[in-house]
């Protein structure tokens, strides 16, 4: 009897300690509930009060009964996967299940982007059924964040900058749902062009080319589309088959508005920037809530525009652009240092992607505008100060060379670096540099990403420069007591000191006071 309890005694400790251990051993390897995902984009879909689509709530819900899923589905002919037909029904049958108010929501706010969603598939030669994938990822929630995607149609870091878009640490532009919506039908034009089938370009989009590839070469590249799935994570059929059953949802639910938005003047107005602008000088001028402003443009995701020679894209209300340009200058002009000063603490680095082929090296990658360089890793070297000395950000090093674990990173290794093509001179003159002489390009941008070199105080003709020159025991703290509204934080920010011990008698400082 005692050898009997002590056995049942020493199996439940055994599962005791293996439980959490198998629990955790599976984290990384259970893909996200696409359930759970849904409901929540569609909940905050709700929950956006400024969102564009607002506008395109005059109109008449159109809603059509089926009975057999399977028939409706192929009667409408669109991209088919045949044996996910099953598990789509499933996907039909939960977006029915949902409530009232959340349909209404995602129908309407569907039918405000359709027209222009088929133009651009239109412009690329993309059948025009694709325009489903977008509600089906991500109810049409343009804020939706996933492992490692982003926006209505959950694209990739890569496959958003390979494509020409911008992903930095003040922008992106994921979240701007026709831009998104552009990136993901050039990516779907390339993967159709590679592939030579739209079901597999569409794989493609969820999985990466690299992966869909080597699963081809292994199967002989005869390989049926269940075949392939069944190489794939689980989370990729899923997806397929909710593109599926929002094919056949949003036709038979449909929203007919009184006038089509991107026709009529009902849409809000656009404006280019060129200066770096924050959503708050708008409100200080316009009376705009910078809410508002962030819910047209989501693409910038702490409420400021960066400097740019193109000119970034704002959105704002109807009839509020002519204001805009009328007080551009007062707009200018009511730059607060602040509200840039607190951002820039607070910025870091895209999060690293999820890459779509982990462990395979990137071949022959080329980025429009972008020329490649390698630098030689010296020893010392840590991915921070590289990405500082050549100007991009972490996550892409690591993306560029297939980097898991930035301390594995050895010296001798290369790294290959993609740059501004007009600047690629200077960058590779880094690398014939000794490392404690490298310094960054002093340039608006970098100004931007650096907190330390952030030099907003020089956006507004208003704002009062001195020079002050250190006397006998005067320390940051003694001379920012001898101007108003100015720290010992702040003068040693403005003048690029990271010890205050260096500070000599003689030497000038800039000081931006408020009067």
Same mark, same amino acid.
């Given at each position: 009897?005692?050898?009997?309890?002590? $056995?049942?005694?020493?199996?439940?400790?055994?599962?005791?300690?293996?439980?959490?251990?198998?629990?955790?051993?599976?984290?990384?390897?259970?893909?996200?509930? &696409?359930?759970? @995902?849904?409901?929540?984009?569609?909940?905050?879909?709700? #929950?956006?009060?400024?969102?564009?689509?607002?506008?395109?709530?005059?109109?008449?819900?159109?809603?059509?009964?089926?009975?057999? @899923?399977?028939?409706? +589905?192929?009667?409408?002919?669109?991209?088919?996967?045949?044996?996910?037909?099953?598990?789509?029904?499933? $996907?039909?049958?939960?977006?029915?299940?949902?409530?009232?108010?959340?349909?209404?929501?995602?129908?309407?706010?569907?039918?405000? &982007?359709?027209?222009?969603?088929?133009?651009?598939?239109?412009?690329?030669?993309?059948? *025009?059924?694709?325009?489903?994938?977008?509600?089906?990822?991500?109810?049409?929630?343009?804020?939706?964040?996933?492992?490692?995607?982003?926006?209505?149609?959950?694209?990739?870091?890569?496959?958003?900058?390979?494509?020409?878009?911008?992903?930095?640490?003040?922008?992106? #532009?994921?979240?701007?749902?026709?831009?998104?919506?552009? @990136?993901?039908?050039?990516?779907?034009?390339?993967?159709?062009?590679?592939?030579?089938?739209?079901?597999?370009?569409?794989?493609?989009?969820?999985?990466?080319?690299?992966?869909?590839?080597?699963?081809?070469?292994?199967?002989?590249?005869?390989? =049926?589309?269940?075949?392939?799935?069944?190489?794939?994570?689980?989370?990729?059929?899923?997806?397929?088959?909710?593109?599926?059953?929002?094919?056949? @949802?949003? *036709?038979?639910?449909?929203?007919?508005?009184?006038?089509?938005?991107?026709? *009529?003047?009902?849409?809000?107005?656009?404006?280019?920037?060129? !200066?770096?602008?924050?959503?708050?000088?708008?409100?200080?001028?316009?009376?705009?809530?910078?809410?508002?402003?962030?819910?047209?443009?989501?693409?910038?995701?702490?409420?400021?525009?960066?400097?740019?020679?193109?000119?970034?894209?704002?959105?704002?209300?109807?009839?509020?652009?002519?204001?805009?340009?009328?007080?551009?200058?007062?707009?200018?002009?009511?730059?607060?240092?602040?509200?840039?000063?607190?951002?820039?603490?607070?910025?870091? +680095?895209?999060?690293?992607?999820?890459?779509?082929?982990?462990?395979?090296?990137?071949?022959?990658?080329?980025?429009?505008?972008?020329?490649?360089?390698? &630098?030689?890793? /010296?020893?010392?070297?840590?991915?921070?100060?590289?990405?500082?000395?050549?100007?991009?950000?972490?996550?892409?090093?690591? +993306?560029?060379?297939?980097?898991?674990?930035?301390?594995?990173? !050895?010296?001798?290794?290369?790294?290959?670096?993609?740059?501004?093509?007009?600047?690629? =001179?200077?960058?590779?003159?880094?690398?014939?540099?000794?490392?404690?002489?490298? *310094?960054?390009?002093?340039?608006?941008?970098?100004?931007?990403?650096?907190?330390?070199?952030?030099?907003?105080? =020089?956006?507004?003709?208003?704002?009062?420069?001195?020079?002050?020159?250190?006397?006998?025991?005067?320390?940051? &703290?003694?001379?920012?007591?001898?101007?108003?509204?100015?720290?010992?934080?702040?003068?040693?920010?403005?003048? $690029?000191?990271?010890?205050?011990?260096?500070?000599?008698?003689? !030497? /000038?400082?800039?000081?931006?006071?408020?009067?």
């Amino acid at each position: 009897m005692k050898v009997f309890l002590r $056995n049942i005694a020493f199996v439940i400790v055994a599962l005791f300690v293996a439980f959490p251990i198998f629990i955790f051993a599976q984290t990384d390897s259970v893909p996200e509930n &696409y359930f759970l @995902f849904f409901q929540k984009n569609i909940e905050e879909l709700s #929950e956006n009060h400024f969102s564009p689509v607002e506008i395109n709530s005059e109109g008449k819900f159109k809603t059509e009964k089926t009975n057999d @899923f399977s028939e409706k +589905y192929t009667a409408l002919n669109p991209v088919v996967f045949p044996g996910l037909l099953e598990k789509s029904a499933a $996907n039909f049958q939960f977006f029915n299940s949902l409530s009232e108010n959340e349909k209404r929501n995602l129908i309407r706010s569907f039918s405000f &982007y359709e027209k222009e969603m088929e133009r651009i598939l239109k412009k690329e030669n993309l059948p *025009t059924e694709l325009k489903f994938l977008a509600p089906a990822l991500s109810a049409m929630n343009e804020k939706a964040v996933s492992t490692d995607r982003a926006g209505v149609w959950q694209i990739t870091h890569f496959q958003t900058v390979l494509n020409g878009g911008e992903i930095n640490r003040l922008v992106d #532009e994921r979240f701007n749902v026709l831009l998104s919506s552009r @990136f993901a039908a050039i990516q779907l034009k390339q993967n159709l062009q590679n592939f030579k089938s739209t079901e597999l370009a569409v794989i493609a989009l969820f999985c990466g080319n690299t992966k869909l590839k080597n699963i081809l070469a292994e199967t002989g590249g005869n390989a =049926d589309l269940n075949l392939i799935l069944s190489q794939l994570p689980e989370k990729v059929s899923e997806e397929i088959a909710a593109f599926q059953a929002m094919k056949v @949802f949003l *036709t038979v639910n449909k929203f007919i508005p009184v006038e089509d938005p991107f026709k *009529t003047k009902i849409l809000p107005d656009t404006v280019l920037v060129f !200066q770096q602008l924050h959503f708050q000088q708008i409100e200080k001028v316009l009376g705009i809530k910078s809410e508002q402003i962030q819910a047209l443009n989501p693409q910038y995701k702490f409420s400021i525009i960066p400097e740019s020679k193109n000119g970034h894209r704002l959105t704002l209300p109807n009839g509020k652009r002519d204001d805009f340009v009328l007080w551009n200058d007062s707009i200018k002009m009511a730059a607060d240092s602040s509200m840039f000063q607190i951002f820039a603490q607070t910025i870091e +680095y895209p999060p690293a992607p999820n890459r779509q082929y982990l462990g395979e090296p990137i071949k022959d990658l080329v980025i429009e505008g972008k020329t490649k360089i390698q &630098y030689r890793i /010296k020893t010392g070297d840590v991915l921070g100060i590289i990405a500082e000395n050549y100007d991009v950000d972490v996550a892409d090093l690591k +993306y560029w060379n297939n980097i898991s674990n930035e301390r594995r990173i !050895q010296a001798g290794q290369k790294l290959d670096i993609f740059v501004p093509d007009d600047e690629a =001179d200077y960058f590779r003159k880094l690398e014939k540099t000794e490392p404690e002489k490298q *310094t960054l390009k002093n340039d608006p941008v970098t100004q931007i990403k650096k907190s330390t070199d952030l030099k907003v105080y =020089d956006l507004t003709d208003t704002t009062k420069k001195i020079e002050h020159v250190v006397k006998s025991g005067e320390s940051p &703290y003694i001379i920012a007591k001898q101007y108003d509204g100015v720290t010992p934080e702040l003068i040693l920010e403005w003048n $690029n000191i990271d010890d205050p011990r260096k500070i000599q008698i003689g !030497q /000038k400082l800039i000081i931006y006071p408020k009067k």
